[in-house]
């Protein structure tokens, strides 16, 4: 044994140390060199063969020797078990990090699914904005100005005097007041409301209007529309109930209840244990309404319907708590 022997074993070592990728490895190397019987313990062994005077000068470089490498092991050690981002190396054998793909919120497929039909019907689509006048939001609509809808319990008033629109039926008179019929429009959106927040009632939501106004327009072309929708988006088994009602900005009037799917009709909390799940208002459209626009009442007449999507969308999924819908929980939206 020699100098020449010694630095070829420390050669030898880093060369490997290179390759090593894994803590298994790691410990493989370690054990050949520094082990009882590795490759260290063999040369200390045979210091004995060598010399008096060449003893001292080779165990001392034996011993800087197995101190370099146990440091070299050491620090690797060290490397191993550091965070991933932290390594200064690269573990082509690890697993890579799963990309997760996003997708549509529920509510914005429904949206989406609910247009496509109507646009099939032959509706345009038009939007209007979400912080409204008090004109377009209730005046315009036949709101006497007490009506109980304007009270600050119910709705949200901007410090400008503004409302965050209630409803999606201001975009009708928005829309009429710069458009002549013939028109037929459906305006998605969000509303708000000043309620207590619960499974089925929250701060916000989102509805669809429709508007239909032209010559010779009937409750006959309300009641076929609405139909002929609830088919396409319900499936041709879903059964529908038109329900007398009261609206300012339609005479006469009516809700719609379909069939709950939840339950089959048997009755849920859902519900409400009725069966029937109530998913719009509709009517035809108040001559008040058309004269707020300057239309002529004698020739032009129209149907309006609005419609809640959070509750259709419930009632297709089987969600029986609206909140749901605007937590952003990914878990939950990750199945659609
Ligand atoms: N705007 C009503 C609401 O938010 C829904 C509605 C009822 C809209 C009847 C209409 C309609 O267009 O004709 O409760």
């Not at 038009?126 to 004109?135: K, S």
């Not at 010779?216 to 988006?233: M, N, P, S, V």
């Not at 069939?259 to 849920?268: A, E, P, T, Y």
């Not at 459209?285 to 007449?301: I, Q």
Request: net charge neutral; proline share 4%; glycine share 8%.
């Amino acid at each position: 044994m020699n100098k020449a022997t010694i630095s070829e074993i420390r050669k030898q070592f880093d060369k490997t140390l290179e390759e090593v990728h894994d803590a298994a490895a790691l410990e493989a190397l370690k054990y050949r060199y520094l082990g009882r019987k590795g490759k260290i313990a063999d040369l200390f062994s045979r210091i004995r063969d060598l010399s008096s005077e060449s003893r001292k000068e080779a165990g001392e470089l034996l011993n800087r020797l197995k101190a370099d490498l146990s440091a070299a092991i050491d620090a690797r050690t060290a490397a191993f078990s550091a965070p991933r981002e932290q390594r200064s190396y690269i573990d082509y054998s690890m697993p890579g990090y799963a990309m997760h793909r996003g997708s549509r919120h529920p509510l914005t497929q429904a949206v989406d699914d609910m247009l496509n039909i109507f646009q099939r019907l032959g509706f345009d689509i038009a939007y209007g904005p979400e912080v409204e006048t008090d004109w377009f939001n209730f005046e315009s609509l036949n709101f006497p100005p007490d009506h109980p809808a304007r009270d600050m319990q119910d709705t949200f008033y901007t410090e400008g005097g503004g409302v965050l629109r209630t409803h999606t039926s201001p975009v009708q008179t928005r829309y009429m007041s710069t458009h002549e019929p013939p028109l037929r429009i459906v305006a998605p959106g969000r509303v708000f409301r000043n309620e207590a927040i619960s499974a089925r009632s929250y701060c916000l939501f989102h509805q669809i209007e429709g508007l239909y106004v032209d010559e010779g327009i009937t409750f006959a072309d309300l009641k076929g529309t609405i139909e002929r929708f609830c088919r396409l988006y319900y499936g041709k088994d879903v059964k529908i109930k038109f329900r007398g009602s009261y609206f300012p900005f339609t005479e006469p009037s009516a809700e719609i209840d379909v069939s709950c799917f939840l339950c089959g009709g048997k009755g849920c909390p859902v519900c409400k244990q009725s069966g029937w799940l109530e998913i719009m208002g509709c009517g035809m459209v108040d001559p008040n309404v058309l004269k707020a626009v300057n239309y002529d009442t004698e020739r032009f007449s129209g149907y309006a319907f609005g419609l809640g999507i959070e509750r259709m969308l419930m009632m297709r999924l089987g969600i029986n708590d609206i909140r749901i819908l605007f937590e952003n929980d990914v878990e939950f939206l990750k199945q659609f």
